[in-house]
Every structure is written in structure tokens, then in C-alpha cells.
């Protein structure tokens, strides 16, 4: 076929390395990516998009290699400065490099422009090769339900509870708050309708993939396009590749398993899914459920083993396409 | 006399550096400090006060000594990353640890404070010795009107004109924008009529001294405040001791002298007026024009001589109290 048109929904590490290793597969394709924006947070009267940022650094160079996300060469003056002042959160790592992504967002955003055209003018630095589009340019921030030391339950924002209290307390829901409200970007419904494939990465399917599918239109976009939606298991062997996956698979119910993970996106929305070869006992009880699943190495150990990854999501793309 | 009440009006550098040899001149001194806000400036999307920080990080131990603004040991990553964005102005220099200033003060009158709480809070690290109140709450930006190169006039920030344009357009007007609506700030008139003396330090006449004059009600409460008011002069041999002084004055239409300036302020204002030896012979023709002049050193060299001049505008204070 010539000049594929792809679309891959993503989250942040994951999903930004899963790219990486997807424009290396198909140099000539034309990737649209649909950046989850749940996880955004407003810091220090800042705007922070931190799954659009590790795209966009990612894909563009500037990342942090080893630790996945913010900026390589990074330093601290302006968090040690806030510090000072008793200004906080101090949980949140703002790089002085990172920070100047963040004043430029906000100042475009304060100034009326939407966070997808926001998004394209810093984009237009780092040409990360992909379309990035916001999921929406509404505001939905994902908040993570867990139990009080005194039996009560609270709402936390996303970050709070990953960041600084690395996903310790039990997860008891998952609630993307202002979803439902939520309209997809501009161009983000247009992709979908035009794409030859769809990807999900291994991103985590609750607060990074499911919240873009909470955005009303999406997933009914997707579902409709009559084109392979093929995904990638972000669990291997029974635990998360990275991060903490598991902790909000159980507050919505879902065995951290390649196969349950699956079954939770569903045959009506998923064609394919690859697990890692750990997993390929998995691969009857996927193809049961109706999706074409395949057994293949999952680990991004580096672009060559991303990029392989991406070849076998295309390949069972192909394959279910007939 | 016991702990006298002083209050100053105060520019940038000038002023800051003034307000060192006061507090070390008296150190019992209770100082109020009406600080010039009409060259605040958003830059970034961020609320910036050169005046009001120059003053809190020269007498907080932050202020980069031999520049005079902006902080010691500063780093310019987020200048330079805002750059790379392509995002303006270059001509502001803007280091990380100002940045930091302006982060919080952006994010708190964002959630609603007023100037004069957040210059509160600000000055809570940096515990200045004096208590520093911004002129107003209000919104005031001086514009300087100049020449344009086809023959026009346009009025330009004047942080545009003096930073960037480095004062080289004839200024033919001062225009303190927001002015004539604004209200003195919480604090500022009660300090003024509790005050023992009140001090004019060799700040800029016309847009820092000027401007918090052009607030209505601080210029009243002044010259009723039945104390004595005693200015030192800016400019020194016919030029100003720094900065260009000279290029505002010519604006409203006074000659760059130690006399003319006394002469602006006017008797009505000013009691007393410090002027630099190399200009004693100015002091018959301020003295005719009913305000008691002294000619003394008024380099401010270290803070010894700044203390010096301090101890001056008290002594001149006295004996205009008689």
C-alpha cells in the first residue's frame, strides 16, 4: 500500500516510545497521535500537559532518555527558587528547560488560543514527525478515588496520586472529570474517519488510553471507522511494563492480565491485540473473545525492539484487515 | 527624637540602593517604602515589578551587586529555551531565579491578591527591613511617546523605550496610563500622615518619583502631611548619576539640573533638597525658590555614602522641622 495513515491514541512514556520505534517502522507513514490531556495539571498558575510534553519531547529529541519524561540537560533553579518563596507543590519535578514549555502554553492559552493550536505553535519547534492533537481542547482532569487514613474516601487529582503518593493507597475509581462534557479537538474525529489503522500503544488503558475514549465521539469514531484497530498489552507476565498500571486496572475492575486487558477494551472496539511471548497462553482466550491476538517480544528496550513492535502491530493490522 | 517614621518614594535602582544607607544610617528607623509600580510589565504572561523587586532584593541580599537588578549567581535556561520557542520579547533579561518572583506573583494575583499582599508575601523570604507597599493596586503603566521614523508619534512602553530602545528616541511625553483612576494602595496614605519625615531619594523625577506622585491622594497627603520633605538630587554636574534621567526630563520640559528638578517638585512639595557639591552654586536659586538646600557628596559609591546621604536628608529634614 503507499502512504499509510495511522492513528495512535497515547499516553505519555509508553506511548511516546511506542512512536518512536512507529515512525522508524513506517518512515513515509502519516501518524496522527491523540494525546491523552487527563493527566494535565495547573502548577504554579502554569498549565502542564505532561503526556503531550513527553510526545512532543520524545519525538522531537529533547527528552530525558533514562528517566522517560521532562528534558535531557535539565536543572532546577526555578523550583529551588519557589521553594524559597515556600511555594509548592515540591512533589512535581519542573525543570528550568521544562518550566519555559509551560509559560509559553499558558501565556498562548491566556492570550484565547485552544490547546491544540497551542500544541501545533510548540510542536513547530520540535517537529516531533506526527500530527500531535490534543484529545479535546476542554478541560477534563482525571481524579483518582482512594481511601482516608479515617475509613473516608477523597478525590485526588491524577498526579497527586501517582506522583506523590506513587500509587500507594488503593485506587477505588477512576473518574476523568469533565469528560462527558468534554468535545474532541479539532481534526481529532477527521483523523479516525480518515485513518488505514488505528493504534493503541502500551499505554495504561485506564488513565491514559481510556481517558481519551471517555472524550464523547471518540470512541464511536473509532469504532465506525471500518479500519483495524490494533493494540499493544501494557502487561506483561502479570504486572505493568512501567508504571503502575495495575493499581487503577483494580478500580475499575480489571485483572492486570494481557488477556483481561483486552477483554476490557472489547471486541467491538479492539481487532487485535499483541501480548508479550510470556503471555502467549493468553493468546486462545483473546481470539475467543473475537480478537485476532498474537504472542511477540513487548519490551521497548530500545527504537530497534519499539519499531519491531510497531512492524507486528501493522503486520496483525494487515492480517486482520484479510 | 525615638523611633522616627520615615517614608520613602522609590524608583529602581536608585531608590533601592538609597533605602540601604537609610536603614544603616538609622537602624531604628521604622521605613515605609512607596514603591513605583508604572514600569510593571507582562512579559510572558507573567506580572513583572523591576521596581519593587530592585528594591526587595537590594535590601533582601539577592540583588546582583554590580548590575544593580535582577538576582546574584542568575542562569538564563528558561530565556534561552523561550527563545528557542521563538517567543519574545530578547530585550527583557529575564533570569531563572527572577523567573521564579514572577511565577508566584503571577499565580497569586491570579487567585485574586492584590499587588500589595502579594509584594507582603514576597517580601516574607526576603524580609527587606522596611515595609514595602507598592503606590497602588491598580493597574498603571507608564507609555513614552516618541517620534516615529515616517514623522508619526507613538507611545511605547516604557520599559520598550528605556530597555530596548536604550532612551534613544527624544521622548515628547510621559504618560502614566491608569493613573488618574488609580487608588494609593492599602497602607500608603495611612504611612504618609503618620510619618515623621518623608524622603524623595535621587530616583527618577519624572517616571518613578513622578509617577507615584500622579496617583491622586499621594501628592496631597505629602504636602499636608505638615513633616518635612527633602529630596536629593538624581542628576549631579548637569546629567543624571545613572541611567538617562535627562531623556524623560527634556519629555515634561525641565532642564536636566540639580535646580531645575527642585524647581519641578516646587516648594509646595518639597521642604528640603540635598544637591551634589559639584553643584553648590545651584544653591541660592533653589533656596530663592523657598526650599532649604545643602550641597553635599551624593555619589552613592558603597553603602557607606549611601548612609552618608541618608544621614544628610535627616540632618536637612531637622533643620527644616527648625
Known amino acids: 500500500m503507499g502512504m499509510q495513515r495511522i492513528v495512535v491514541l497515547a499516553g505519555g512514556i509508553g506511548g511516546a516510545r511506542f512512536l518512536r520505534g512507529l515512525k522508524k517502522a513506517v518512515p513515509d507513514a502519516e501518524i496522527t497521535v491523540v494525546g491523552n490531556t487527563g493527566d494535565d495539571i495547573h502548577l504554579f ?7 503531550l510534553d513527553t510526545v512532543m ?3 522531537g529529541g529533547g527528552i530525558h532518555e533514562e528517566q522517560g519524561w521532562g528534558r535531557a540537560d535539565e536543572t532546577f533553579t526555578v523550583k529551588e527558587e519557589l521553594a524559597a518563596y515556600g511555594v ?9 528547560r521544562d518550566f519555559a514549555t509551560h509559560i509559553v502554553r499558558t501565556q498562548m ?27 479535546t481542547d476542554d478541560r ?23 506522583v506523590r503518593l506513587r500509587a500507594a493507597p488503593p485506587a477505588q475509581a477512576v473518574v476523568p472529570v469533565g469528560a462527558e462534557q468534554a468535545k474532541p479537538a479539532p481534526g481529532v474525529l477527521d483523523a479516525v ?12 488503558p485506564v ?4 481517558t481519551i475514549l471517555a472524550v464523547p465521539g471518540i470512541r464511536e469514531a473509532i469504532a465506525d471507522a471500518g ?28 485483572e492486570a492480565t494481557a488477556a483481561a486487558v483486552a477483554a476490557h477494551y472489547g471486541s467491538g472496539l479492539l481487532d487485535g491485540w499483541l501480548v508479550d511471548t510470556v503471555d502467549a497462553d493468553a493468546v486462545p482466550e483473546v481470539e475467543a473473545a473475537g480478537i485476532r491476538c498474537r504472542a511477540v517480544p513487548l519490551l521497548m528496550t530500545d527504537v530497534d525492539a519499539a519499531a519491531r513492535m510497531a512492524g507486528e502491530a501493522l503486520a496483525l493490522a494487515e492480517e486482520v484487515r484479510g
Not at 493550536?117 to 513547530?124: D, I
Not at 482532569?141 to 474516601?153: A, P, Q, S, W
Open 207 to 210: 488513565v491514559s488510553i481510556g
Open 227 to 254: 479500519v483495524p484497530v490494533v493494540g499493544l498489552s501494557p502487561i506483561v507476565g502479570g504486572s505493568p511494563v512501567r508504571g503502575m498500571a495495575d493499581k487503577v486496572l483494580a478500580a475499575v475492575g480489571v
Open 109 to 135: 492559552i491566556g492570550a484565547g488560543y485552544p490547546l491544540s493550536a497551542v500544541t501545533e505553535a510548540l510542536c513547530a519547534r520540535w517537529k516531533p514527525g506526527v500530527r500531535l492533537l490534543p484529545m
Open 57 to 59: 519531547y520524545t519525538l
Open 45 to 51: 498558575g502554569l498549565k502542564v500537559c505532561p503526556d
Open 88 to 96: 509548592g507543590p515540591d512533589w512535581f519535578g519542573l525543570g528550568d
Open 193 to 204: 474517519a480518515r485513518a488505514d489503522v488505528i493504534l493503541f500503544p502500551p499505554s495504561n
Open 140 to 162: 477534563v482532569e482525571t481524579h483518582v478515588v482512594i481511601e482516608t487514613e479515617d475509613g473516608g474516601r477523597k478525590a485526588v487529582h491524577f498526579q497527586e496520586y501517582w
